[in-house]
Structure formats: structure tokens, C-alpha cells
């Protein structure tokens, strides 16, 4: 079992669809979250970053932890075009970036 | 503001040769630096990290090495090149939030191998 796992998708939506991504894990010391947006052949790019458990929203992108069931997910709200990428979730025990756990990337398609 | 440079984005190699791809990162100091590696279908590896000058982990044993002859650049080698090297390279940096690290990638290098 991955320490990380991610549907690959592809996950295709219409334009103004509410989009939900999710990654599950198994380590329990897990306490550091981030989601990460990457489009073709471009690098990833940090969207949101969250510590322990709990909401975090920033404009049409809410981030949720619940460490009880060990499972994160990113809410894309008034989901555009634009946000047709990969998105991918990442976590750690520490906060040491140099132990990143990277789920496999979740494809989206926003559909106009 | 910090920015992360990679280069070049695209390299077509033959196997065989050799690799240096360089990464270097602006507006910050003793950044810690990192190489990563993806793959079709099978996420981010990490390959190398780097806490200071000629400090270098290597995460996974293979056919690269990594050197960072001055604070703000690292670098990714090999001397001879095999088939499986093929793949998306990353350089990335982090920074230290209140929060905890904070992980930041460079543009990418598309490295083929024929």
C-alpha cells in the first residue's frame, strides 16, 4: 500500500462545476498538507498549504483536512478552463520538505 | 522575491553521453535545494537534496549525481546516459514558513533519451 494514494482521473467537469480532488494516506504522523497545481510541462506550483487539521480557503480554492480518516481534499469552486491541470497533494511528519510524500496527480478537465 | 531558474526546458540526448543540467535560485540565501524526478504515471521522486555548498543526499541510488558548487546553484549529472533516465526534471527550493517548509519548482527540464 502507497503511503499516498490519488484517483489519476481523468476527472472531466463543465465550466462552473464545483470540482473535489482527495488524496487518502496511511501514516498517522502526517500533520503537514499541501495541493499542488501542474500544468503540461510546466513545474508544479504550490496552491495550498495546510497545517494539521481543519478548513483553509483562499478565493475559489478550499482545502480540508480531516486526520481522523486520514483524508485530505481540495474544493475548486466556480471552476474554470483555466484550472484544467494536475493537481497534485503532498504531506509530511515534519514539515521537512526534503520527506515530501507526493500522491500520483489527479488530471483535470474543465470543459467550456 | 524569490525566483528558481531551469535550463534548458527541453533535451534530446543519445544514450551514452553525458548530462548537466543547472538550476540556480535568486533573492534568497542558503536556500535548501532539491531534484526531483517525474515519470509517467508515477509521481514526484525525490533524487537529491541539498542543505548547503557540497552538501548532497542522495535518496535513491542510480545512474545521477548532484553537485552545488556555489550557494544558489545545483547541479544534475550523469556521464553516461541510460534509457531509463528519460523523464521530467525538477529543480525546487524550499523556504521556512511558520508553518513549517515550504516547497517551490523550477520550470522543468524534459530530458529524452534515444
Known amino acids: 500500500q502507497k503511503e499516498v494514494e490519488q484517483d489519476p482521473g481523468p476527472l472531466s467537469v463543465p465550466e462552473g462545476a464545483i470540482v473535489s480532488l482527495n488524496c487518502t494516506y496511511s501514516n498517522s504522523a502526517f500533520q503537514y498538507f499541501m495541493w499542488y497545481r501542474q500544468y503540461s510541462r510546466k513545474g508544479p506550483e504550490l496552491l495550498m498549504y495546510?497545517?494539521?487539521?481543519g478548513n483553509k480557503e483562499d478565493g475559489r480554492f478550499t482545502a480540508q483536512v480531516d486526520k481522523s480518516s486520514k483524508y485530505i481534499s481540495l474544493f475548486i469552486r466556480d471552476s474554470q478552463p483555466s484550472d484544467s491541470a494536475t493537481y497534485l497533494c503532498a504531506m509530511s511528519a515534519t514539515g521537512n520538505t526534503g520527506k515530501l510524500i507526493f500522491g500520483q496527480g489527479t488530471t483535470l478537465q474543465v470543459k467550456p | 522575491s524569490q525566483t528558481i531558474h531551469q535550463w534548458p526546458a527541453t533535451l534530446v540526448q543519445p544514450v551514452g553521453s553525458p548530462l548537466s543540467l543547472e538550476c540556480t535560485v535568486e533573492?534568497?540565501?542558503?536556500?535548501?535545494l532539491y531534484w526531483y524526478r517525474q515519470a509517467a504515471g508515477r509521481g514526484l521522486q525525490l533524487l537529491f537534496y541539498s542543505v548547503g555548498i557540497g552538501q548532497i543526499s542522495s535518496e535513491v541510488p542510480q545512474n545521477l549525481s548532484a553537485s552545488r558548487p556555489q550557494d544558489r546553484q545545483f547541479i544534475l549529472s550523469s556521464k553516461k546516459l541510460l534509457l531509463s533516465d528519460s523523464g521530467f526534471y525538477l529543480c525546487?527550493?524550499?523556504?521556512?514558513?511558520?508553518?513549517?517548509?515550504?516547497?517551490?519548482f523550477g520550470s522543468g527540464t524534459q530530458l529524452s533519451v534515444l
Open positions: 533573492g534568497t540565501s542558503n536556500p535548501n
Open positions: 495546510t497545517y494539521s487539521s
Open positions: 525546487a527550493w524550499s523556504v521556512q514558513a511558520r508553518e513549517g517548509e515550504k516547497l517551490f
